[in-house]
């Protein structure tokens, strides 16, 4: 089983749709980080976050440390939204290496 | 700054060859990593560093070196290239390799073995 399992696999919202991505994970963490990346394989931080939610634009991530989960939300989806959303942590101990899920690949259509 | 480089996008090899992959950033970070990216499976650490002159290996170093004489670059070698490195290569960096900190990515590798 991996440490970092991500739910969906494969996602296909229209746009507008409210999209939530899942994240969970069975290691001690010292923080959680969701990633972004683009047809044509560019990869870019969009959070990390160790407690709580944090709201950038029109994205939301959130963290419960006690059921080790966090969720990815997009809030009014738009096609440019689409990408493969990705999960890692930065293990308790070894902060700076991180151990990635498989991610989710999401397809925003008009 | 132009963040993380690495060079070169594309490369084809022969079994056996030998290359270099190259791999630079500018913002003076401390911690710069290696990472392989295979279809159905997530990222996973070759080898990294924590500093000039030091590295270690991560979760599938074999067939790789790496050395860090600079606190800017980060080459990675494949010694007798092997079907198997059939990859997309990332390189990326962060401030610190204490605590926990944004990565940077560079735009990846494309690295095909014949």
């Known amino acids: 089983k991996n440490e970092v399992e991500q739910s969906p696999q494969n996602l296909t919202a229209q746009e507008g749709e409210f999209i939530t991505i899942n994240c969970s994970y069975s290691v001690g963490i010292s923080a959680l980080h969701w990633l972004q990346q683009h047809p044509g394989g560019g990869i870019v931080s969009l959070f990390m976050l160790s407690s709580g939610k944090k709201k950038h634009g029109r994205l939301i991530a959130t963290i419960n440390i006690q059921e080790k989960h966090s969720s990815l939300h997009i809030t009014a989806s738009h096609p440019r939204d689409s990408a493969v959303y990705i999960c890692a942590v930065s293990r308790a101990g070894t902060a700076s290496k991180l151990t990635f899920g498989t991610g989710t690949r999401l397809q925003v259509t008009l | 700054n132009a963040g993380v480089t690495q060079t070169p996008k594309f490369q084809v090899l022969k079994t056996g060859q030998s290359m270099t992959l190259q791999c630079a950033q500018d913002?003076?970070?401390?911690?710069m990593s290696w990472y392989r990216q295979d279809p159905g499976m997530g990222l996973r650490l070759i080898h990294y560093s924590v500093g000039a002159g030091i590295t270690d290996q991560g979760e599938v170093p074999n067939g790789y070196n790496v050395s860090r004489s600079t606190t800017e670059d980060f080459p990675l070698r494949l010694l007798s290239a092997a079907p198997s490195q059939t990859s997309v290569y990332f390189c990326?960096?962060?401030?610190?390799?204490?605590?926990?900190?944004?990565?940077?990515f560079g735009p990846g590798t494309r690295l095909t073995v014949l």
């Open positions: 990326a960096s962060s401030y610190s390799a204490r605590g926990w900190n944004e990565q940077f």
């Open positions: 913002m003076n970070h401390e911690y």
